[in-house]
Structures are given as C-alpha cells and as structure tokens.
C-alpha cells in the first residue's frame, strides 16, 4: 500500500515544517496515491487554516517507510503501544498514555494518542500488521494524551466511539489544550492536531462486533474522569481499563475519589485473563494491576480527610496532604506534581461528604 505524505508549515512559524500522513491518499499503488495528491492536499489544508504548504509538496510511499509505534502483540489480534512512563514534554513527543488495535474482520482502535503526529504513527503500525478497514475508534475518557490523535482515525473512515459525557467535557477544556499541549511538547511535534467529534457516544453497556469478533464497551460513573469507558476483548479477555488503572505513573484525579475506588472494589466478573492500564504494563491479575493505585488511593482519601478534619483551608491542606503521601511514593513517576493537583481535587470532594 502506498500513503499520501504532505509537507505542511506552521502558519505562524514558517519554519516549523511537519510530514502529515493523510489516510485518504490511501492507494494499492504509486500512480493512484500520487493522482489524488493535490487535490486531497488541498481540501485537507482547506480544513487546518493553521497550516500552509511546505517547499516538499505531498509523496506517496510505502507503508515500510512510515514512521510507526512500536507495537507487541499481547494476545492473539490484540497489538498495543505503550507510552512514555512521564508526564508531557518534548523528549517524548506528548506519547506517554498506551494505545492499541484490534484485528477482527475489521479493526478497532483503542486510544489514538496526544497528537495527530501519534495518531499517524499509530495508523502506520496498524498499516504494517494489516490491510482491513478501521471501522472503530474507541476513546476510553477525554484527557488529550488519549484523544488527541483521533482525526487520523476519522479520516481513514473509522466511527469514534467514546461516552455519553465526553464531548462535553472536552469541550470545557479544548480551548486551554490547544494552548498548553503544544506547549508543553513542541509546536512542532503538535502541528495539526484537531480534536476530532464523536460519532457514537455511548450511554450503557454494549457490544461492537468486527465481524466474528466483539468488544464489550462499558461506561463507568464519575471515577478517575466523569467520561471513563472500559472495552473488553472477549475473545482473548483482554481488558482495555484506560486510566481507571495506572502503573507506575502517578494517578492523577479528575473525578470522583470515591467513585474509583469503589470501582476498583468491584472487580469485573469474569475476570479478565489481561489488564491494560492506561499507563504502564500489563498485568495477567487483578490485584497485581490494581493493588497499587488502590493503595496510593486510599492514602490520599485518608489525608485528605484527616485535613479537613483538622480545619486546614485548602493553602495549607494541600501541602500537608502531599507530606502525608510521602511514604506511598515509592513506584509513582512524577509523585510531587501529581499528588498536588491530586490533593486539591480529593479536599474539594471531601470536605463535604
């Protein structure tokens, strides 16, 4: 297969210049990626006003020369990237949460990434494993590390899928992203990122099929955000619990404290036969996946609560509460900044329960 390759410029960095893959150039051969070129390149520039054409035009090459994720597979038909073990930053290009794919009669993408240029490597991985249409992007909550690759997928056709909640509160935060992100990792390394719009919220349980192949998609209450959805293979039991379950990274808190821990008290039945957390390895047992956060959790609502209790304001409770957490910061990377912010929201919900 051959890809269609735009050279594309910052409009207000001329000289912040990007390859963006453009999965409508998609072609079983040169000669027809190349006779769409112009014309997919210039409709695509049409929809990112902020881009202009660079000196290197468009290209069409193979999918061995893109630049992919690097992928293993899991379990059979099951693929996943996992991200940078940190927080956003130039070194790793905004790719820290993991992502993954699933081949059925079609395929199902789980996660698109931080930035379009993560989507486009995401695509290419999939490009390199198999040649079966993208029928479904599922985003399992709305932080931008997750969703921000999601156009790619659009693009190449795929329905996005995510819950009910999360165009809202993306909405509620896309102006501050646009901002930040490029910020915190390179205009470059985010040129041309668009968040994309859901086409298929999903508001209870239910089952995508890829052919003779399913995907058991469950929205969960306010815990870590107020948009999480978890995707379960059922043919292999994999479980995809997006950041209802980190490892290794510090959690960080954007909904309810005590939402995500009861969720993490119930554990699913069946049990699944894997676990993939949004940030970190997998795990073959429940408790070895969720022990951890659990732990770390429980530490933060008992601080927290013991703060209120002593009639800290939120200045001086957040301070005490991270000091409390000290001796539960062994195995979280970004411990300090993160069970800050995490400290805040967690005294907010308490202080009136």
Request: glycine share 10%.
């Amino acid at each position: 297969m051959f890809h269609l390759i735009l050279s594309a410029c910052l409009a207000a960095q001329p000289g912040v210049c990007e390859g963006r893959l453009l999965p409508a150039g998609d072609a079983p051969a040169r000669e027809a990626c190349e006779a769409g070129a112009a014309a997919i390149a210039r409709d695509w520039l049409a929809r990112h006003p902020d881009l202009t054409p660079g000196e290197g035009g468009t290209r069409c090459v193979e999918t061995a020369e893109l630049p992919a994720l690097s992928m293993q597979e899991i379990a059979a038909g099951v693929h996943l990237h996992q991200g940078a073990m940190d927080q956003l930053s130039p070194q790793n290009r905004g790719r820290i949460a993991n992502s993954g794919f699933i081949v059925g009669d079609t395929v199902a993408v789980i996660d698109s990434g931080g930035s379009r240029a993560e989507g486009e490597a995401l695509y290419a991985a999939i490009r390199q494993v198999t040649d079966l249409p993208v029928s479904h992007l599922i985003l399992t909550h709305m932080h931008p590390d997750h969703i921000l690759g999601a156009e790619v997928f659009a693009e190449a056709g795929a329905t996005v899928v995510a819950d009910a909640r999360l165009p809202q509160a993306v909405a509620l935060r896309a102006e501050a992203w646009v901002i930040s992100v490029p910020r915190q990792i390179g205009a470059g390394n985010f040129a041309g990122t668009r968040i994309a719009a859901v086409d298929h919220p999903v508001t209870a349980p239910e089952t995508i099929s890829l052919g003779g192949r399913d995907l058991r998609l469950v929205p969960v209450p306010p815990a870590h955000t107020d948009s999480d959805l978890t995707v379960l293979d059922q043919d292999s039991g994999t479980l995809f619990a997006g950041d209802l379950v980190f490892l290794g990274l510090t959690p960080s808190l954007d909904g309810s404290l005590a939402g995500w821990l009861g969720w993490l008290d119930t554990p699913p039945d069946p049990a699944p036969a894997r676990i993939v957390p949004g940030h970190g390895p997998v795990t073959e047992l429940w408790e070895d996946a969720t022990a951890p956060e659990r732990q770390y959790l429980t530490a933060l609502r008992d601080a927290a609560r013991q703060a209120i209790g002593r009639g800290l304001a939120l200045s001086a409770a957040i301070p005490a509460i991270v000091q409390a957490m000290r001796p539960f910061s062994e195995g979280w990377a970004d411990f300090q900044a993160v069970t800050a912010r995490n400290a805040a929201t967690a005294f907010a919900e308490l202080e009136w329960e």
